[in-house]
């Protein structure tokens, strides 16, 4: 004699649990939907707009930056001690040996500098600094063609919901947030386009968080759009992403739940067809 209904228990016993999977997939796959909206830059409806022009945004020179002063001359021997050079009748003029010179920013913005000696740079920009010197060695030497200034440690970094989170070095110091971004493998699909945050420490120590809509056309006019040394981009997640983080973390919990609950119903099945 065979029981119908302890058939029709157990049939219903295995799809119940043969469908616990795949409704969870199935809500986790509708949960991380994205329409373009979400993820596109730079939103604006007309085919073509223009951006008012702003003030150039140019790093300035502040705290702890590693500089390279090079100092040019159609007399090499006279510019030769500025660049740390010590000239000899014997000895070769050397362009590589300038170029490997640096000199460190102090907290007070001061660099010392051979044969001059200490002398503020702090708050300069890179073409400030060099006007200022030309002016300060001309003291010494009149016949300089040209000074140049680097900053070697231009770093900033890009962390959260990008594909290369990380501190990148850039011999350009006139690095965009898109071209920040862009070294960073750019947001995934995940990222918050309209609420980035930008964590900047200004010269004089201050630090300040900014949040930024890169949907927004004017952000090329943000006083932000240029990065400073050391700036900070965090791109957060979106919902979906926080959600499937959460349900990362609790997807054992969930199955053992899902096990347990699977396992008091095949109980109290089997009781009931007895």
């Known amino acids: 004699y065979i ?39 730079i939103q604006t409806p007309e085919q073509a707009m223009t951006i008012a022009a702003g003030s150039m945004q140019d790093a300035q020179i502040r705290a702890k ?30 362009t590589y040996a300038q170029q490997a010179r640096t000199f460190l920013v102090d ?24 006007t200022h010197l030309k002016g300060v060695l001309r003291k010494y ?16 970094s890009v962390i959260g919901e990008v594909r290369r989170p990380g501190t990148y070095t850039s011999e350009n110091t006139k690095v ?21 945050k930008l964590m900047r420490e200004g010269a004089d120590g201050k630090r300040e968080i900014v949040t930024l809509d890169l949907k927004d056309p004017n952000i090329l006019a943000s006083p932000y759009y240029y990065l400073q040394q050391g700036d900070v981009i965090y791109v957060q997640p979106n919902d979906a992403a926080a959600q499937s983080a959460n349900i990362g973390a609790a997807t054992g919990i969930i199955f053992s739940i899902a096990s347990l609950t699977l396992s008091v119903a095949n109980i109290l099945i089997s009781l009931l067809v007895k």
């Open 3 to 41: 029981d119908m209904r302890t058939i029709s228990f157990r049939a219903e016993r295995q799809m119940a649990g043969s469908l616990v999977l795949p409704l969870l997939l199935i809500c986790l796959l509708f949960s991380s939907c994205a329409t373009r909206k979400d993820v596109a830059y």
């Open 65 to 94: 930056d590693l500089l390279t002063i090079t100092v040019e001359s159609s007399n090499p021997e006279a510019v030769a001690a500025f660049n740390g050079i010590y000239w000899t009748p014997n000895q070769q003029y050397s």
């Open 107 to 130: 907290n007070k913005g001061n660099v010392e500098l051979p044969v001059v000696g200490l002398t503020h740079l702090g708050g300069y920009t890179l073409r400030e600094a060099e």
């Open 141 to 156: 030497v009149t016949d300089i063609s040209s000074v140049n200034v680097k900053i070697q440690n231009y770093k900033y």
């Open 176 to 196: 965009s947030i898109f071209e920040a971004l862009a070294n960073a493998g750019d947001m995934s699909i995940q990222g918050v386009r309209s609420e980035v």
